[in-house]
C-alpha cells in the first residue's frame, strides 16, 4: 500500500474543523450559563498536559499510529483486546456526529425528510472520502477550514450591533462548581476527542510536528469555540440560549441590518456541514483502521463502506430523541469518554516510555 | 427507505468486491463479507421497523456502574 502523506498545514486544518465541528453549533459550556467563556478558558487548558500526551505517542513511535503502539508495547493479544475497545470508541463517535448532523438538518431545515435518508447521503459521502484515503480529506479541510472560519467570524462581526454586554454579567454569580463540572464536560467534547488522531498522525510529513499541530490546533479551534459561545450568549442572552438545542443557528437567526442582510443562519448550517464532514471521516477512518489493524490486514481503504453503513445504522437507533442526544451526550458521554480520551493514552505513553528505556530497539 | 438502502449497498458492493477478490487475502474478503452482510441485515431491519436496541442504553448502563 502506498503511504500517504499530509503536511503540517493539512493535518492543523484538519484538526481545527475536527475540534469545533459539532460543537461550534451545538454549544459549549451552556451549564456554566454567563461564565461560558471562562469554561472554555478552561477546558482549553486543561487539554494542554493531555494534548502533549498525545503528541508525544506520536514523537516515540514517529512511523506508527495509536493501534501500531499499543500492539509494540503491550504484545499482540492484550495490544488487539485494547484496540478493538479503541476502535470501538471512534466508531461510536461517528455514529453519535451523524445522528447530531441528522437531528440538525431535520430540525432547522428538513422536518418533513426522514432521518435515515440525511444520515444516508452525509455517511455516502463520508465513505467515499475515506476510501480516496486522508490525503484528499486533508486537502478537502485545507480548502474549507478557512471558509468555515471566515463564516464564523464574519456572524460574530455582524452579531455585534444586537450584542448586549450584561448578558456575561455578573461573573462567578453561582460560584466555581458549575463552571468546573461545564469545563470537564467542555474538555470531553469537543477537545479531548481529538485522541482519534492518534490514529492517523503517522501520516505527518514530518512527524516531529506532532506537538505543534495539536497545539496549533488547540489555539485555533479553542479561540473559535470561544468566539461563538461567547457570541450565542451576548446575543441571545443566557436562560434563551442554554435552552436552545442549536444556540449558533439561532443567534445567527436574528441578524438583520438595515432589513437588507438577513436569514445568515445559513453559514451556521454551512460550518456544520463542512466541519461535520470531516469529523465523520475521520472518526470513520480510525475505525476503519483499528479493524484492518487487529486482523493484520495492509489496506483499511476496502472497510470503509461495511464499517460506514453501520455507522449509519447504529446513528439511527442510539436515541429516540433530541432530548435524550442531548441528556445523554451531557450525563454519560463525558463518562464513556474518559477511558478512551486519558486512560489509554496515558498507560500506553508510560508503557512505552518504560519499554523505550528497557528495551532501546523497540522505537519504530 | 429499503430501496434508498439497497441501491447504495449495490454501489459499494459492485466497486468494492472484485477489487477484494483480486487481491486474494481470504481474511479481508471474509471480513468484509460478514460485516456487510451485518450491516445490510441492520438496514433492512430498522426499514422494516424492527426494534434494535440502542449502544447508547448500554453504554449507559455500565458508566451508571461506576458513576452512580
Redesign the interface.
Known amino acids: 500500500m502506498v503511504k500517504e502523506v499530509v503536511s503540517g498545514r493539512q493535518m492543523i486544518n484538519t484538526m481545527v474543523l475536527f475540534i469545533f465541528g459539532s460543537a461550534v453549533v451545538l454549544g459549549s459550556g451552556n451549564q456554566a450559563k454567563e461564565d461560558a467563556w471562562l469554561a472554555i478558558i478552561i477546558a482549553a487548558l486543561l487539554s494542554c498536559p493531555i494534548f502533549f500526551i498525545y503528541a508525544k505517542l506520536n514523537i516515540i513511535y514517529p512511523d506508527q499510529d495509536i493501534y501500531d503502539i499499543v500492539e509494540t508495547v503491550f504484545g499482540n493479544k492484550i495490544g488487539k483486546l485494547i484496540n478493538l475497545f479503541f476502535l470501538s470508541y471512534a466508531f ?1 463517535l461517528g455514529a453519535l456526529v451523524i445522528r447530531d448532523f441528522s437531528e440538525f438538518i431535520q430540525i432547522v431545515s428538513m422536518p418533513e425528510t ?1 432521518k ?2 440525511i444520515s ?1 447521503v452525509i455517511g ?1 459521502f463520508c ?1 467515499w472520502m475515506v476510501r480516496s484515503g486522508i490525503e484528499v480529506s486533508a486537502r478537502w479541510a485545507t480548502f474549507f477550514c478557512p471558509i468555515v472560519m471566515i463564516s464564523a467570524l464574519l456572524v460574530t462581526i455582524l452579531s455585534v450591533p444586537i450584542m448586549d454586554i450584561n448578558n456575561l454579567r455578573p461573573t462567578l454569580y453561582n460560584g466555581l462548581k458549575p463552571v468546573i463540572s461545564s469545563s470537564f464536560l467542555i474538555f470531553t467534547f469537543p477537545f479531548a476527542e481529538s485522541v482519534v488522531f492518534t490514529t492517523i498522525m503517522n501520516s505527518l510529513r514530518n512527524r516531529q510536528e506532532a506537538l505543534k499541530v495539536y497545539f496549533k490546533s488547540l489555539i485555533i479551534g479553542g479561540f473559535i469555540l470561544l468566539v461563538t459561545s461567547t457570541r450565542n450568549m451576548l446575543v441571545l442572552g443566557v436562560e434563551y440560549s442554554s435552552s436552545l438545542y442549536f444556540p449558533s443557528y439561532s443567534s445567527a437567526s436574528v441578524i438583520n441590518i438595515s432589513d437588507f442582510l438577513q436569514r445568515i443562519e445559513v453559514l451556521i448550517a454551512l460550518n456544520f456541514i463542512l466541519a461535520g464532514i470531516i469529523k465523520i471521516s475521520i472518526c470513520l477512518f480510525a475505525a476503519c483502521k483499528g ?1 484492518a489493524k487487529t ?3 495492509i ?1 483499511y481503504k ?2 470503509s ?3 460506514g ?2 455507522m ?3 446513528s ?4 429516540d430523541s433530541i432530548m ?1 442526544l442531548v441528556d ?1 451526550s451531557i450525563k ?1 458521554y463525558p ?2 469518554a474518559i477511558p478512551f480520551q486519558i486512560v489509554i493514552p496515558v498507560i500506553v505513553l508510560f508503557a512505552a516510555l518504560i519499554k523505550s528505556k528497557l528495551v532501546p530497539n523497540s522505537k519504530a | ?1 429499503l430501496i ?2 439497497l441501491a ?2 449495490i454501489i ?2 459492485f ?2 468486491f472484485i ?2 477478490k483480486n ?1 486474494r ?1 481470504p ?2 474478503l471474509w ?2 463479507s460478514i ?2 452482510s ?3 441485515l ?2 433492512i431491519a ?2 422494516l421497523g424492527v426494534n ?5 442504553l448500554f ?2 448502563r ?2 451508571r456502574v ?2 452512580d
Open positions: 461510536i426522514p435515515y435518508v444516508l455516502v465513505i479493524i486482523f493484520n490486514i489496506d476496502p472497510f463502506a461495511p464499517i453503513f453501520l449509519i445504522n447504529i439511527l437507533v442510539l436515541y435524550k445523554w454519560v463518562y464513556y | 427507505m434508498l438502502f447504495s449497498y459499494f458492493i466497486a468494492d477489487p477484494i487481491k487475502q481474511t479481508l471480513l468484509y460485516t456487510m451485518i450491516a445490510f441492520m438496514s430498522i426499514s434494535i436496541p440502542s449502544p447508547a453504554i449507559e455500565i458508566v461506576f458513576v
